[in-house]
């Protein structure tokens, strides 16, 4: 396995929650650092969350709903998401930095590996 492997999506009600899961890509060390971003039809990918060196960090306009986490005995990293809305509907990526080195965990050129993405659709 080269690359993550996002799962979870799916379609649900504005209000209700959904958890992403994403497996690292095969490696003999464990990722630095794992991001979320979302991409819609038209626009950039845009950064949701991220854990690096221990700390979580979020997108302004998911922060309060939305929560990362990881498990490093699995390689998985994890994006609760709750309270959703319509405006969350995208692709979701999951995002791997290997090397050690800066801290642009909001920067997708930061990040080595991609998985191929996972649909989320919330309806009204």
């Known amino acids: 396995q080269v690359n993550p492997v996002e799962s979870g999506g799916g379609l649900v009600q504005a209000g209700g929650s959904l958890n992403l899961s994403c497996t690292e890509s095969?490696?003999?060390?464990?990722?630095?650092?794992m991001g979320w971003f979302r991409q819609t039809p038209g626009k950039e990918r845009a950064f949701v969350a991220a854990h690096s060196g221990g700390v979580a960090y979020y997108a302004d306009s998911v922060k309060g709903r939305f929560s990362i986490s990881r498990d490093h005995a699995k390689n998985m990293v994890f994006l609760q998401m709750n309270n959703l809305k319509p405006d969350d509907t995208a692709v979701y990526y999951c995002a791997e930095r290997r090397s050690y080195g800066g801290n642009m965990y909001d920067d997708e050129s930061w990040y080595d590996y991609w998985g191929q993405g996972t649909q989320v659709t919330v309806s009204s």
């Open positions: 095969k490696r003999l060390l464990s990722a630095h650092a």
